[in-house]
C-alpha cells in the first residue's frame, strides 16, 4: 500500500515529514492543492497566504505562522504522525475573497490600500454593509482578519482581534487628523473605496502588490471558504 501523501508548501521539511511515514509533495500551492492529499504542512505566513489564494480549505498544519494556532518547527514530525492517525483537531481560520477592477484574489491575514509614494496623503471611503463608516485622509486603509489583526493593522494603531469572530479590524494608516477612528465591522459586504489620490495607489493582499487602484475604484470583501487547521498537541493558543 502506498504511503499517505502530505504536501509541504514553504521551506522544505521533507525529510519530517517522511520521517512520519507519509510521502511529501514538496511543490507549488496550486500543484499540492491539485494533487488532493491527506493534509498540508505550511511552514511561515507566505506560505499559507499562498495555500489560501490557491483556494485549498485544509486541513493544513501551520508552522511558525504568526496570528495563527501553528507549530514550532521541530514538532514537524510528530504533527503529521498525528495528522495521519487522525489525533487532531480542527479550527476555522477566515479567509477574505478581495476584488476589484483587478480582478479577484484571497486574503488571510490583510488588505490594504497605500500610497505608492511614502508620506502622500490620499482620501478613501470605508463602507459597511452599504453604510459609510468613515471617509478619511491617510497614506492608506487596511482591513485585517483576526488571523492579521496583530501584525499591521496592529502596529497602526488596531486592536487584535480573537481568531474565532467573523469580523475584520479597519484601520487608517499615517492618518491626516490625530483624532482617526478604528473600526470592527463584519467581514460580509466591506468596502474601501478609493476617493481622490495625490500619487499612485496600490492594493496590497497578505503583502502582495496587486496593482492600482484609481480614484472612484473600490475593493469590495466578503467572505470566502474558511481554511481549515489542524490542532495538534504542539499548536500554539489562540493569540500565540
Given at each position: 500500500m502506498d504511503d499517505p501523501v502530505v504536501g509541504v508548501v514553504g521551506d522544505d521539511v521533507s525529510d519530517a515529514v517522511a520521517e512520519a511515514g507519509a510521502e511529501p509533495l514538496y511543490e507549488a500551492p496550486a500543484?499540492?492543492?491539485?494533487?488532493?492529499?491527506t493534509g498540508v504542512v505550511a511552514t511561515g505566513a507566505t506560505a499559507l497566504s499562498r495555500l489560501a489564494d490557491a483556494g485549498h480549505s485544509g486541513p493544513v498544519v501551520p508552522v511558525d505562522v504568526?496570528?495563527?494556532?501553528?507549530i514550532p518547527?521541530?514538532?514537524?514530525?510528530?504533527?503529521?504522525a498525528a495528522l495521519l492517525?487522525?489525533?487532531y483537531e480542527t479550527t476555522s481560520v477566515p479567509v477574505l475573497v478581495a476584488e476589484s477592477p483587478l480582478g479577484e484574489t484571497?486574503?488571510?491575514f490583510d488588505v490594504m490600500l497605500v500610497a505608492s509614494e511614502p508620506a502622500r496623503i490620499s482620501e478613501?471611503?470605508?463602507?459597511?454593509r452599504g453604510d459609510r463608516v468613515a471617509t478619511l485622509r491617510a497614506d492608506g486603509v487596511v482591513a485585517a482578519t483576526p488571523s492579521g489583526s496583530g501584525s499591521y493593522a496592529r502596529r497602526a494603531g488596531g486592536p487584535v482581534v480573537a481568531p474565532e469572530l467573523?469580523?475584520?479590524t479597519v484601520v487608517p494608516v499615517a492618518p491626516f487628523s490625530t483624532d482617526a477612528g478604528h473600526w470592527v465591522v463584519p467581514t460580509d459586504e466591506l468596502t474601501l473605496t478609493v476617493e481622490r489620490d495625490e500619487t499612485a495607489v496600490e492594493l496590497l493582499v497578505?503583502?502582495?502588490t496587486v496593482g492600482e487602484v484609481k480614484p472612484g475604484e473600490s475593493v469590495r470583501l466578503t467572505d470566502d471558504q474558511p481554511l481549515t487547521v489542524a490542532l495538534v498537541s504542539a499548536s500554539g493558543g489562540r493569540f500565540e
Open positions: 500543484a499540492v492543492f491539485d494533487a488532493n492529499p504568526p496570528g495563527v494556532r501553528s518547527r521541530k514538532a514537524v514530525t510528530d504533527a503529521v492517525d487522525g489525533r484571497r486574503a488571510l478613501y471611503t470605508i463602507r459597511s467573523n469580523v475584520a497578505d503583502d502582495r
